[in-house]
Every structure is written in structure tokens, then in C-alpha cells.
């Protein structure tokens, strides 16, 4: 059993991925950037936010105008505050583990916040909530991880990482922790063979 277990955040203990990319294609449609939300699933999850929006300013040959990034996150604030609900079974993992567990996000402090609470699931948690945004690297850099296990004094080898994206399964390998991906639906035929897949966050009972 690992020592401590790094949470990713959206889409693997809040159901924030499809709203979040909602919120992000009815606001490029008013700059009259039309994605679909499948397209923008695809494109845009886990990844971090610049490098999303330098992707949509490529794709359109154009830039977006000067805060754009803070309207959309005080858009896509208000519809987590309005419809985010926790993964099935989020709160019942996370209140069964017995050893240390922090959340470790692409997102900024503050939004990682925002959504713990509003979900319910901040008390478990506390003060152990680690921000790419706080350290200036974002997955798939492994450091996000590795100095999550620093500060809480855990060696790489003792963690484990239970993650939804890519980005993330592959920052987790390249840290040296143990990865559990997260996918409810379709598997990525693109995923290492040494990562444990689980349908249902119940799953990881047995692991964690």
C-alpha cells in the first residue's frame, strides 16, 4: 500500500471536465471560434491553460482579446458553483484511506479550492493541495509530483498517483510512483502498459 496517494483533481475526484470544456466553447463562440465539446474534450483536457489558448489563437490565426482568460475563469467559477458535483464515489475513496493523501492539479490554487468545497471534499484534504501554478510546471512534467512527495516527506517510490489524463499518467511514470488511470468510458490506445486502469474510483479501495 503506497504512503501517500496524489489525487489529480478534474475529472478524476470532480466531474469538472465536461463543464469546464463547455464553458470554454460557449465562450470562444462568442468570439465566433467555434469548437465542438467533443473537439474541445479532446483537445484541451488536462493541459494547461496558456498552452490551450495558444492552441485556439493558432487554430483561428488570431488572438484573443485581453482578458479573456479571467472572464472565462470567472465563467467556468459560476458553473461549478451552479452544476459541479463530485465523481461517483469520490467521497467515499477518499474518506476510506487510512494513509496520506494531497491533491496535486494542473489548475490554480484557487480553483482547485473553489471545487474541493463546493463538492465536499476539502476536509479530507486540508492543507494538502499542491499547484502546478504554485511551482511554475505543469504535467506532464513530473516535478508537480515529486515535490508534492517532498513537502509531505514521502519518497517517490512510496506514492502512488490516480489520474484522468495523459499528461498526468505519463508525469506520474516519469516521478517513479505507482499510476492508477481513471476511465469511466474509453480506454486510450495510446496508454503505458505498466499503468492500472479502474472503471469506477471503488476499484481503488483494494489498491490504495
Not at 496520506?100 to 476539502?122: D, M, R, V, Y
Not at 515529486?146 to 505519463?170: F, K, Q, T, Y
Request: charge should be negative; glycine fraction near 8%.
Amino acid at each position: 500500500m503506497p504512503k501517500l496517494t496524489l489525487f489529480d483533481l478534474d475529472g478524476t475526484l470532480v466531474d469538472s471536465e465536461i463543464l469546464s470544456n463547455q464553458v470554454l466553447v460557449d465562450v470562444l463562440a462568442e468570439q465566433g471560434m467555434n469548437f465542438s465539446l467533443d473537439e474541445a474534450v479532446k483537445r484541451f483536457r488536462g493541459g494547461k491553460m496558456a498552452e490551450s489558448i495558444a492552441e485556439v489563437e493558432t487554430h483561428f490565426d488570431r488572438k484573443l482579446p485581453e482578458g479573456f482568460v479571467p472572464y472565462l475563469r470567472q465563467r467556468t467559477a459560476q458553473a461549478f458553483q451552479e452544476e459541479l458535483q463530485p465523481i461517483d464515489g469520490a467521497l467515499d475513496l477518499v474518506g476510506s484511506i487510512n494513509s496520506q493523501i494531497c491533491i496535486a492539479s494542473n489548475g490554480p490554487p484557487e480553483k482547485i479550492k473553489l471545487s474541493l468545497t463546493i463538492t465536499g471534499l476539502l476536509p479530507f484534504f486540508g492543507d494538502r493541495l499542491f499547484s502546478a501554478y504554485e511551482i511554475q510546471a505543469w504535467k506532464p512534467d513530473p516535478e508537480l509530483f515529486l515535490n508534492a512527495a517532498r513537502m509531505l516527506g514521502v519518497a517517490a517510490s512510496d506514492c502512488a498517483v490516480v489520474e484522468d489524463s495523459l499528461p498526468g499518467i505519463h508525469g506520474g511514470l516519469a516521478a517513479g510512483m505507482a499510476v492508477f488511470a481513471y476511465f469511466p468510458d474509453t480506454v486510450p490506445t495510446s496508454l503505458p502498459d505498466d499503468v492500472v486502469v479502474v472503471k469506477h474510483l471503488s476499484e481503488l479501495k483494494t489498491h490504495l
